[in-house]
């Protein structure tokens, strides 16, 4: 269970606070599982369960960037259906969107990945804080440009909510309600940038593995 104090830093009407919040979680949820499942789980377990193990990438850099996008921002579609919805069991506490459970549920199965080495692309393990710098890899690796894309459009449409759960009443707005601000649009924005630019990082780091340049 959440505390609804951190419920409410995480949906908070100032934008930066949701995305302060949500950030620090990000960063204390993905450490820990990785160095929990790095400990616990056998090395590669994801592996024969990524859906992406068989999918090849094409040998161009544009179209190999194009798919891995697409294939990212379903990942984006879930969060922004999910922030349709909010609920709450009582008027004492907030609305909270679903959109973050999808996103952490997703931050949770990278953090697994990358603690038991299950990436689609094969190559040799590395010790676990080589791992976790390795994040930090900016460069090289898309994985950090896609989380932090995601997490801005998590925070930009946390507010989004057109659905509304009250314990056992449910209450529908209409999307013209919504009062939807410059910024939260140039933050989704944003997101979207930074998960373009993962794909195209990891595309790269994809061919050069494959000796495709």
Same mark, same amino acid.
């Given at each position: ?7 409410? @830093?995480?949906?908070?009407? @100032? ?29 590669? /377990? ?7 193990? &068989? ?16 294939? &990212?921002? %379903?990942?984006? =579609?879930?969060?922004?259906?999910? &922030?349709?919805?909010?609920?709450? @069991? ?18 949770? /199965? ?26 930090? %890899? ?17 925070? =930009?449409?946390? @507010?989004?909510?057109?659905?509304? /759960? ?24 944003? =997101?979207?940038?930074? %998960? ?18």
């Amino acid at each position: 269970m959440i505390p609804q104090a951190f419920k409410a @830093k995480l949906v908070s009407e @100032k934008l930066t606070d949701r995305i302060l919040w949500t950030l620090l979680s990000f960063l204390a949820v993905f450490t820990l599982v990785t160095v929990v499942s790095y400990y616990i789980l056998p090395e590669g /377990i994801l592996r024969s369960r990524n859906p992406v193990q &068989n999918w090849e990438t094409s040998p161009s850099l544009l179209f190999s960037t194009l798919q891995i996008l697409s294939y &990212n921002l %379903m990942s984006v =579609g879930f969060i922004l259906l999910g &922030n349709l919805f909010a609920s709450r @069991k009582n008027p004492s506490e907030v609305y909270f969107p679903l959109g973050y459970s999808v996103f952490f549920v997703l931050i949770i /199965i990278n953090a697994i990945t990358l603690g038991t080495w299950s990436f689609a692309v094969e190559s040799p393990a590395v010790p676990l804080l080589e791992r976790l710098l390795g994040m930090t %890899m900016i460069f090289q690796r898309g994985g950090l440009w896609e989380i932090m894309g995601q997490l801005l459009i998590l925070c =930009g449409t946390a @507010k989004f909510a057109l659905v509304l /759960i009250d314990g056992k009443t449910t209450q529908t707005r209409h999307w013209t309600t919504l009062q939807i601000n410059t910024t939260e649009i140039v933050v989704v924005v944003l =997101g979207l940038v930074l %998960m373009l630019i993962g794909a195209f990082v990891e595309s790269q780091s994809i061919i050069q593995v494959q000796g495709g340049v």
